[in-house]
């Protein structure tokens, strides 16, 4: 058989210099002859040129006591001038030819010589480019504006230097001009606008971020590691305390030579010193290069770990900074000062322990038989037998001995279940102050508007000052002054429903020993007044116990003033989630319209009617709209998980003329933004939504905030960040100002990367779908050392083809790809084959790399985004006989499939599972379907045709003493039909009656039963799916011209279309094609059908025929290429005769398109290229 060759012709390209550095400071550098050529020593040559408008001022050098340099003492510079009202001038400084690199920017220095604008916009500062082929020399050549600055935007401070950074987005290997242009209009007779200089020009490639900074923390110092895709060799390291603000013009900078394993001893910002134990820090590290640098990239925030229980240490739980405590734990600690006559003071900076099970008894003196220092807690459970014990989350203490050994003791007891993160604590050891004080600050008696309270004197002390402050605020400075008294001491003019903080100091100054610190905080919250205006709504437990069990309570609340609303403003709230809740109704009865929250129904009580409020979200305030003003609650408990309740203000008054939002709700997060939604309630027509951290203030009423319609996406937020979010109606359309603000609802935004045992989510979150044109990079690695990571898949959802993600088995996307079975997908970015997609959730991906890690690439496109993922991250030890990986099933035909598959261990065979699709995974005992396989890929036969089957495979590392890895899979595919046959007809997967699947897959092969038989197949009918106008198909037919479809393909000539795989050359629509003759030597050929995962066609029926072949074979794989007006070349593949000899003379025929085949002759010719 002869084939024809090409010819190739070479196009040669002209070389340009890369990196580019031009400072100007050269001695060979001189002024230049404008306009013209500039060459400097350095770079090359530049040109200086403009537009014929105002000539008496070029680009030059500049006047150095008057505008000096940034460095050195040469700038470029452009002076100003007069050119006329209403002229434009445009002056060029023209680079050198530059050749665009990957991640090249263009940087320089410039600034200005005018405060503030001379005239308004009149002087517009341009960088443009031409092309590399276009003339240097000519404004008309510069036809893009890279970018461009007012006199206001080009810098800051318009007498400072300001580097100026932009990032050329063009291909590698692109060649352009790029100029600096001072653009000026001349407003008026007056000359006006402004100079400018330019001074340290770079053309570099990017020092690119370092990325993937880890910090592992001691109680005196860190060792920091990080990525490093920019090949720098030095870096900056600045470590801040958490809280202070990061300035890289404050403080010396670290200089490292590695990134992996570099220690940190001291703190940079704001000033420089030692790092403090239980203390977060933030590090931050900037790649240095040969001509620039990178941005600082900070890390995740670091705590320091404790030092031990001592003078000048820490009392922690046994979980440490980062950890858990422990179940059933019963641990005593003894805290005593090193020098005698010294008392000791332990502070506490976090605590958090499961309330009422697992708490604290501290003890003034050196034994739990010394006094007990109580919390004002009862009896708790489980362990917690004795009272006074401090559990929960707030803060106890400061703890100051008065025993005279200076000693404290601490027992913390934990039930069997339920650890939380525990507590941290700084301990002081010092003299005992000349004024103690006050010890057992209790609460004797506890009314809704007044509390009496006692304490007793440790010391010289006469007469006692008491400060009553709200809960939860700071505690008082030295400062701060109480009331006089004496106790025990009664608090009157109290709020009812309200808690509390109590303090009381010492005043020793009849003795000439001062004051003491302030003991306390004593919390103490009043009781409910009834729920009337100016009462308050609170559950049947009060303010401090649990509401009852199997609870259905209906509490209306009306306003005592006609034309008065009713507003009811929860200050706490905690009730069962899902069990027990509250349901609001806009009116005096339950038959009132419903106010409802975002809930579905619960249980219980709660699964009759959706919208109860439960949990411990306070919900927003309720303010009554109802002709009546009224408010109707109804609360509904079942029999058992009592929470603490609730606790409401009643606010009668007029309504608001614009009144707040209801139903405000965070719908979903990402790492850096949130949905909200709520409810409008009067005649606003636009609204605004503020965000600020979670336990903040409420914003002011001249805050500003995103605007837009429910719902709206609120961006800028930081990862993992708890917020409140408040929402106001804007009613000034109507004249009626603008709301209060509404609120909060809280929402916290997504972990940005995820860790050992936590969870990899998509960009949208667990509850939300991923964004539209999506390109994100994710590394996973291991927190310890020898670990491996591995992820596992529980959930999958992305649109087929053209969203997916990409596994790579190490540190980069550089490192060896972990590729899935599909081809390539629909878009540029999933042109590589190997990206995972779909709803089959992949196996687990378990890193073989040394570094243990893994790295996902994703990619979306603009539309039809879907539920992403959700999977769990294990850093584990590596398995002694780790699994297969990248397993595929090929190649199947009615009776067998190929499996392959990558061993990454001891393994020297490997078992194999064919199950029908569907079925349990296989157990470790499993029989296999083929044992002890020792090739690889490996043929799997006898299997029945038009059957879907599940494949696992596991390895086998017996013969090194490591057993049996986990089985690999499943990965599923459907043996073909048994193949038809000759005389027979060749149908789709549907049947001749039927429509073929969705997402279908199927490879037939048809031959001919006798050896040197010619195979033809003959379509009588043909229908697959294309787009609206026929151009491309989403289900095509390919056809390869021998047995497998590894055989030259018989292309359709179009091109890939939306066919799963990308391959072009594929057969769609209604078009009847061939008939397909085989002129393999086999006398076969295959057919691959593919389908998306919508719109199923007819399909196909055809003929199968099978005959000896002609004396004379037709020539096949006619092509035309070089087509002209007037010519095309014309080339043809010639099959032998059955007697092996091959035609030497063929006939040309040339026809418009449609027309029937041919009877007559044409033009001979004897070569089978033609033109």
Partial sequence: ??????????????????????????????????????????????????????????????????????????????????????????????????????????????????????????????????????????????????????????????????????????????????????????????????????????????????????????????????????????????????????????????????????????????????????????????????????????????????????????????????????????????????????????????????????????????????????????????????????????????????????????????????????????????????????????????????????????????????????????????????????????????????????????????????????????????????????????????????????????????????????????????????????????????ASPQIPSTNGTGNGGLNALAGAFWGNVIPEDFTSTSPDGCLTFQFISDGGGQQAGFIANVICAPPAPCPKPTAIAVQSTTSNSAVITWTNNGPADAWEVIAVSCGSPAPAANAVGQTGPSPLTYTGLDADTCYDFYVRANCASSNNGVSDWAGPRTGTTQVAPPECGGQFVDLGGAEGNYPPNASSITTICPENAGDVVTVHFTFLETEDNYDGFYVYNGNSITAPLIPSANGPGNTGNLSTPGAYWGTTTPDDFQSSSPDGCLTFQFFSDGSVQEGGWIADVICSPPPACPKPTALTVTTPTSDSVTLAWTSSGPGDSWDIIAVPCGSPAPAADAVPTQAGVTGNPYVLENLDPDTCYDFYVRANCTSSGNGFSGWTGPRSLTTQIAPPECGGQFTDLGGANGNYPNSADSTITICADNPGEILTVTFLSFDTEVNFDGTSGWDGLYVYDGDSINDPQISSGNGPGFVPGGVAGSFWGTTIPGPFESTSGDGCLTFRFRSDGSGQRAGWVANVQCAPPPPCPKPSALAATNITLLNANLTWNQPANPEGFIANQWEILVVQPGTPEPTTGGIPTSGNSYL
Avoid at 31 to 57: C, E, K, M, S
Avoid at 174 to 187: G, K, L
Avoid at 474 to 494: K, Q
Wanted: glycine letters at 10%; one cysteine or more; proline letters at 9%.
């Fill in 1 to 590: 058989m002869k084939k024809i060759t090409l010819y190739v012709v070479m196009l040669l390209m002209s070389i340009s210099g890369f990196s580019q550095v031009e400072n100007f400071d050269n001695p060979g550098v001189v002024a230049p002859v404008t306009p013209g050529p500039w060459v400097l020593p350095d770079t090359g040559t530049w040109h200086i040129f403009d537009n014929g408008v105002g000539p008496l001022a070029d680009w030059t050098l500049n006047p150095q006591d008057t505008y000096p340099a940034y460095s050195g003492t040469k700038a470029a510079y452009i002076n100003r001038t007069n050119i006329g009202i209403g002229n434009t001038s445009e002056d060029f400084l023209v680079t050198p030819l530059l050749t665009v690199e990957a991640n090249q920017q263009f940087r320089f220095f410039t600034r200005t010589t005018i405060a503030g604008q001379s005239t308004p916009n009149s002087t517009i500062y341009q960088i443009r480019s031409a092309p590399g082929t276009s003339d240097p020399t000519l404004p008309g050549s510069f036809t893009t504006i890279v970018a461009q600055w007012t006199e206001n935007e080009l810098n800051a401070q318009f007498d400072q230097y300001e580097e100026k950074v932009l990032n050329i987005t063009d291909a590698p290997g692109t060649q352009n001009y790029y100029a600096f242009v001072r653009v000026y209009t001349q407003p008026a007779q007056a000359p006006g606008g402004d100079r400018w200089l330019v001074d340290d020009f770079k053309f570099v490639s990017q020092c690119l971020d370092v990325t993937n900074i880890t910090a592992a923390c001691l109680s005196d110092s860190t060792v920091l590691s990080w990525q490093n895709p920019g090949g720098a060799t030095q870096w900056a390291v600045h470590v801040v305390p958490e809280g202070e603000t990061f300035d890289p013009s404050v403080g010396t900078p670290i200089i490292a030579n590695t990134n992996t394993n570099f220690e940190v001893t001291q703190v940079t910002q704001p000033t420089a010193g030692p790092f403090l134990p239980l203390t977060e820090y933030t590090f931050y590290v900037q790649a240095i290069c040969a001509n620039n640098s990178s941005l600082w990239v900070a890390s995740e925030p670091c705590t320091t770990q404790a030092a031990p229980p001592e003078c000048g240490g820490n009392y922690v739980d046994s979980g440490g900074v980062n950890g858990d405590y422990g179940s059933s734990e019963n641990i005593t600690t003894t805290i005593c000062p090193e020098v005698a006559g010294e008392i000791v003071t332990v502070t506490f900076t976090a605590f958090n322990t499961e309330a009422n099970w697992d708490g604290i008894y501290v003890y003034d003196g050196n034994s739990t038989a010394a006094p007990q220092i109580p919390s004002t807690n009862g009896v708790g459970n489980g362990p917690m037998t004795i009272p006074g014990a401090y559990w929960g989350t707030n803060i106890p203490g400061p703890f100051t001995s008065s025993s005279p050994d200076g000693c404290l003791t601490f027992v913390f007891k934990s039930d069997t279940s339920g650890v939380r993160p525990g507590f941290e604590s700084t301990i002081t050891c010092g003299p005992p102050p000349a004024c103690p004080k006050p010890g057992l600050l209790t609460a004797t008696e506890i009314n809704p508007q007044d509390v009496t309270i006692n304490w007793s004197n440790l010391g010289p002390a006469t007469n006692w000052e008491i400060l009553v402050l709200p809960a939860g605020s700071p505690a008082p400075a030295d400062t701060a002054t109480g009331v006089s008294g004496s106790a025990p001491f009664t608090i009157e003019n109290l709020g009812s429903s309200t808690c509390y903080a109590i303090y009381v100091r010492s005043d020793c100054s009849s003795t000439g020993n001062g004051v003491s610190t302030w003991a306390g905080p004593l919390a103490v919250c009043t009781p409910a007044l009834p729920p009337v205006c100016g009462g308050n709504y609170v559950d049947i437990g009060g303010p401090n116990a649990p509401y009852n069990p199997n609870m259905n309570e209906i509490v209306t609340i009306c306003p005592e003033t006609p034309g008065d609303v009713v507003t009811v403003q929860f200050t706490a709230f905690e009730t069962e989630a899902n069990w027990d809740g509250i349901y609001v109704f806009n009116g005096m009865t339950t």
